[in-house]
């Protein structure tokens, strides 16, 4: 550590090589365990513990900050232009709802790829370590965003397809699912087969369906696995609903599994909430791109990006209710009777 000139994140050293300069964006500092979010600033104790020295670690800068200009040398490997500018950026997340519109008070921002998670502003935030989420810096100076991730995603139905159905596609698999009136009544699935999970970070977590019987084949079980991780997801908004966010207003969902209009209404019926999905798949190159013009003068904020293009999304509005909050109940009881 003597011997070392800087002390950054990655990120910070990609700026570094294109600019010369080294500077952290606050939003991602909390991933380096170095900071205090409460103070904006690097946490002391932390540092001598780790013995790291002040000195050596990158100014912290604000999100959508310019950094400085590409240095001479890259720019004669670039293709010509005006000028090449590095800015800061955020957390692809972070980048991610303001490009999919979701960067507002009460609304959650989902994202269910390979892993499910959830990112959304907490109002009135004070620190409470019993609150099991992550808490970073946002955009503007008084956002406080929490991050909040389920290895268990997208990942449970690419494990089930892979291992029950392999070869065969999605479409193939939603289809079969799509065709079966019964399909309610699949068995329970609980998505814990990577362990421990939020809300609960069970110890003893994994994976299981239950109330499987003769009746059921591998398309109920399909069913129940799709309906398991939309159940993860629900319990994980009404954890952050209770415990931080008041009424949620929406849900924008984002991500692989979002192209799914079949499991993105399942998710709608399953949260008894509103599920929007942007059609426009890459939230997170357009919401990095609205923060460069922000930052540039273009745009007045990250909300009027509206006036250059408008976000097209898809709406799934819950249905049966009565139906799906009694699997979910059930899921709850099932759930806690293993690991409660």
């Known amino acids: 550590m003597d011997a070392a000139q800087h002390v ?10 294109l600019t010369g300069v080294a500077a952290g964006e606050s939003s991602t500092r909390a991933f380096s365990y170095f900071y205090d979010l409460v103070a ?47 800015n800061a950026g955020t957390l692809d997340h972070f980048a991610g709802m303001v490009g999919a519109g979701s960067y507002s008070d009460s609304v959650v921002s989902e994202s269910s ?36 991730c389920a290895d268990s995603g997208g990942v449970c139905l690419e494990w089930f397809k892979n291992n029950f159905y392999n070869g065969e596609s999605y479409d193939w698999l939603e289809s079969r699912i799509r065709a079966r009136v019964y399909a309610i009544d699949a068995p329970i699935f609980l998505p814990y087969l990577t362990g421990l999970n939020p809300p609960e970070y069970f110890k003893e977590a994994a994976g299981a369906f239950l109330e499987l019987t003769l009746r059921h084949d591998g398309i109920d079980m399909a069913y129940a696995v799709m309906e398991g991780v939309a159940h993860l997801l629900r319990s ?16 924008v969902s984002t991500g692989g599994g979002s192209a799914s209009a079949f499991w993105s209404q399942l ?9 929007v999905v942007p059609i426009e798949t890459q939230s997170v190159c357009r919401g990095a791109a609205l923060i460069g013009l922000v930052e540039a003068g273009v745009l007045s904020d990250i909300h009027s990006a509206e006036s250059l293009a408008p976000i097209r999304t898809k709406v799934y509005v819950p249905s049966n209710g009565a139906m799906h909050r009694t699997r979910y109940e059930r899921f709850q009881r099932l759930r806690d009777l293993l690991y409660g």
């Open 8 to 17: 950054l994140m990655i990120k910070d050293y990609v700026q570094l090589k």
């Open 40 to 86: 904006d600033a690097y946490w002391p104790e932390m540092l001598e513990f780790c013995g790291v020295e002040m000195a050596k670690l990158p100014p912290i800068i604000a999100p959508g900050t310019t950094v400085g200009p590409v240095s001479e040398s890259i720019c004669a490997v670039l293709p010509p232009a005006a000028g090449y500018t590095v």
């Open 113 to 148: 790829g390979t892993v499910l998670s959830l990112s959304f502003i907490a109002p009135n935030w004070k620190f409470d370590p019993s609150v099991l989420v992550s808490f970073h810096r946002g955009l503007r100076s008084q956002d406080i965003v929490c991050f909040d």
């Open 236 to 251: 994980n908004i009404d954890y952050c609903e209770e415990r931080l966010l008041g009424d949620v207003d929406g849900i």
């Open 267 to 275: 998710k709608a019926d399953a949260c008894n909430r509103t599920i």
